[in-house]
């Protein structure tokens, strides 16, 4: 590995620390909520708001961030997102009420928007045709080493707290420590920062060529720089002339009709087969097939574990195999899983014998004497009728154990059903999003362009999110399992008609061949 090589991969992984600080900012939240919720005694809605706002602040950073970066530049707006996480992680620790909680996660929301949509933009502008794919997918490592990372730090300061080995954290104060610890990794991300130059062909963009052709020489030597420039500067020369400014009618251009189209097509499937829905809801969904809930938080852990090794084993394959059979080989396996998965959950029966009543608590042994032995073939019949027997709160409160005792089904089908899916996830459309919507467009547009795809990601990931739990209640598991797979079935088959393959070719090279 030469020195020039060396340094794009430094940036490369001190930019996309800001994948890792969303990983670790959306998965820390599942550990603090058993504590906020009863210290600020919230609702049922506040509990889905105080996870949920930093996504929904997060649609909106992407739709301007990368048009903002389009005038000030990727470095200063990177050095902005790594300050809005630090303040966010600083009043979300000194939170005194609910509004002050949401406010403060909205601001890391609006941090991690900006970050995904700036970092893989940054990384492909200053990476060449040969190890771009890999340098731009450490952005998806280092958001799955942050979720990993969250689960480890709140497994301490759980444990740490519940053993009471420790004098100084409280019940009031162990989730403050949870969310104030993100602080470290901000702080780190912002001060490193200052060792990442400008990106050059933002630079070449905006007539700085001086100092774009500098940045080269340091990061290509001599040779690479020279032949960089020169199509740089090629691919620039007509908006140049007419000294064109980018506006956001130029969305609808004719031109740039084929690469939108596969970027909307690619930024809406990767969130609606389901991923988000099964990371924040592992533990419930595995709880669902009867294993009970150490085994499912252990699970969980198995998930976080697959999605890391799978994003490695993308990290090899993206610049030798290609983006477009990696992505469609992923989808059809997400499909494959995502129907196992119904089909595990299509096969279960729910029944209460009199041994199994016997194990609950007393005041729930009398009410359930009349379900006793009765056997349910769907999940939402014997949910409603738990629900209406117990009432909704303790139903709530026991489901678990409930499920626990009633289920009978093979959980081994599920657990393969969602470990496949994560899998083929982590090594497809989680990494090869990020790489294809940094190549597809136009250097001049591409802030503008993945801004707006990586909004319409975020609101198909803010609504999957929203309604999964609606889902599981009103369709049943099966079906809900059976409707992402049918979706993923449909991508796929739009896909294999449109994606192209952009490996192996400079960015000006892409651009000549995509815009039609």
């Known amino acids: 590995m030469g020195s020039a090589t060396k340094k794009t991969w430094f940036l490369a992984l001190v930019v996309s620390l800001g994948g890792f600080l969303y990983g670790f ?43 903002i970066s389009d005038v000030i530049g990727r470095k200063r707006m990177l050095l902005i997102v790594a300050f809005l996480y630090a303040i966010s992680a600083l009043l979300s620790a000194y939170a005194i009420g609910y509004h002050m909680l949401w406010i403060a996660r909205m601001i890391g929301g609006v941090a991690f928007g900006a970050a995904l949509v700036i970092a893989p933009v940054y990384i492909a502008e200053v990476s060449t045709a040969s190890s771009r794919g890999k340098l731009v997918s450490i952005q998806q490592l280092n958001i799955v080493l942050g979720f990993f990372a969250a689960f480890l730090s709140n497994y301490y300061f759980n444990e740490t707290y519940t053993s009471g080995e420790s004098s100084f954290l409280t019940v009031e104060n162990v989730w403050r420590w949870m969310l104030g610890v993100e602080l470290i990794p901000a702080m780190s991300y912002f001060v490193l920062l200052f060792f990442v130059p400008r990106s050059p062909r933002w630079l070449f963009v905006i007539e700085r060529d001086d100092e774009a052709r500098k940045v080269l020489f340091s990061l290509h030597g001599t040779q690479q720089a020279h032949h960089e420039a020169k199509s740089i500067l090629e691919s620039l020369e007509v908006s140049r002339k007419n000294h064109d400014k980018v506006s956001i009618k130029d969305l609808f251009k004719k031109s740039l009709k084929y690469v939108l189209v596969v970027g909307i097509v690619i930024g809406i499937i990767q969130q609606v087969t389901g991923i988000n829905a099964v990371y924040y809801y592992a533990t419930s969904i595995f709880q669902q097939t009867g294993i009970g809930t150490n085994a499912a938080f252990l699970s969980g852990v198995l998930l976080s574990f697959t999605t890391v090794a799978f994003t490695l084993v993308a990290l090899f394959l993206i610049d030798k195999l290609g983006r477009r059979p990696l992505f469609l080989i992923g989808l059809a396996g997400i499909t494959v899983s995502m129907l196992l998965c119904g089909y595990g959950f299509s096969k ?158 400079t960015l000006e090279e892409l651009e000549a061949e995509l815009i039609k």
Do not use: H
Request: proline content about 4%; overall charge neutral; glycine content about 8%.
């Open 348 to 505: 279960a029966t729910y029944q209460l014998t009199g041994e199994k009543v016997g194990q609950l608590d007393g005041s729930m042994q009398q009410r359930l004497s009349a379900q006793m032995d009765k056997v349910y073939d769907n999940d939402i019949e014997f949910k409603n009728d738990m629900k209406q027997v117990l009432g909704e709160k303790t139903y709530a409160k026991n489901e678990a154990v409930i499920l626990e005792l009633a289920t009978n089904m093979n959980p081994v089908l599920v657990l393969i059903g969602i470990l496949g899916f994560v899998a083929c996830f982590a090594f497809s459309l989680g990494p090869v999003m990020w790489v294809m919507l940094s190549e597809l467009f136009p250097n001049r547009y591409r802030g503008l362009l993945i801004g707006f795809i990586g909004f319409l990601n975020g609101f198909s990931s803010w609504l999957v999110t929203q309604i999964f739990p609606w889902e599981l209640a009103t369709l049943g598991n099966a079906k809900t399992f059976y409707v992402f797979g049918t979706i993923a079935l449909i991508g796929f088959v739009i896909l294999f008609k449109i994606l192209p393959e952009t490996k192996g070719k």
């Open 25 to 67: 900012d959306a998965a820390i939240i599942s550990g603090v909520m058993n504590y906020v919720t009863p210290e600020f005694n919230l609702n049922t809605t506040q509990q889905g708001w105080v996870p949920s706002s930093p996504l929904f602040a997060a649609m909106f950073a992407m739709l301007i961030s990368g048009r």
